[in-house]
């Protein structure tokens, strides 16, 4: 599984061969400038996940619900569940545990497929003491590993793992039947998944586990640089671009 934000990223990594786009909330940090995912709003996720789903990919379109769109009743995560999909999502992920265990019941009943994802929750960063390694203590191995089950029992059809200690990781991989999709979880899970401004060394900040698979950064700025200089010369537009 990869991130993808919009129509043209969307068609290049499903040609890539990903299983799963996830139009994820780290959309508010690496495409919008926000300090934090909290910033997003539920207008702003819709737009974007409308723009991954005019792409047709043959992946299955995850749709991150945003902090404040889940929390406040079953209700209200049902009917923005239901947003979600009409403007082209096929499941929706939200972050937490056991305590949300009514609210994945809720929006599986309303026939929609839920991720869940546990460990590192950046939406609830402030609770669990900010951006750190989960799963060090067994008290918190523990907890992780009651929530994955909570979450199965609840519905959930798979369940994203982030910056668990991979142990952990590997522990909740074994103990649940739904696929586990990791990130800077370790290799024992059942599938992995990146940021594509991470992947493509496009993001401000870059997270310890994300790896950069190519550095798009220095290659736009060189093309831009070029065009600029060309303009400057005198050389762009040439004959070939002019009518
Ligand atoms: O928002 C996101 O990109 C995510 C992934 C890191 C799992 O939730
Ligand atoms: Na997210």
């Known amino acids: 599984m990869v991130t993808a934000y919009d129509y043209p990223t969307a068609k290049l990594v499903d040609k890539a061969g990903v299983d799963m786009i996830l139009v ?42 945003p902090f404040g769109s889940y929390e406040y009743s079953v209700n209200e995560a049902v009917r923005n569940a239901i947003e979600m999909v009409r403007v082209g999502a096929e499941s929706v992920k939200i972050e937490g545990g056991s305590e949300m265990t009514d609210v994945v019941r809720g929006i599986v009943k309303a026939g929609i497929p ?7 929750t950046p939406q609830k960063r402030h609770l669990l003491g900010g951006y750190r390694l989960r799963g060090k ?5 523990k907890e992780l590993i009651e929530d994955a089950k909570a ?6 059809y798979s369940i994203v793992i982030e910056f668990v200690k991979k142990e952990v990781a590997k522990e909740i991989t074994e103990k649940v039947n739904v696929p586990t999709i990791c990130i800077g979880a370790g290799p024992h899970c059942s599938g992995q998944v990146l940021v594509i401004h991470d992947i493509l060394g496009l993001s ?6 994300a790896k950069v698979y190519f550095d798009c950064s220095k290659a736009i700025t060189e093309a831009v640089r070029k ?3 060309e303009v400057k010369k005198g050389e762009f537009p040439n004959e070939e671009y002019s009518f």
């Open 24 to 65: 994820g909330d780290s959309l508010a940090m690496v495409v919008l400038g926000y300090p934090s995912t909290n910033q997003l709003s539920f207008e702003e996720m819709l737009i974007h996940v409308a723009a991954v789903a005019r792409a047709r990919p043959r992946a299955m379109i995850v749709g991150d619900m």
């Open 114 to 120: 839920v991720m869940g994802h546990l460990g590192l």
């Open 137 to 141: 203590t067994p008290q918190e191995a």
């Open 151 to 156: 979450l199965e029992e609840a519905g959930v």
């Open 204 to 209: 401000e900040i870059r997270p310890p586990f």
């Open 227 to 229: 065009y600029v200089e």
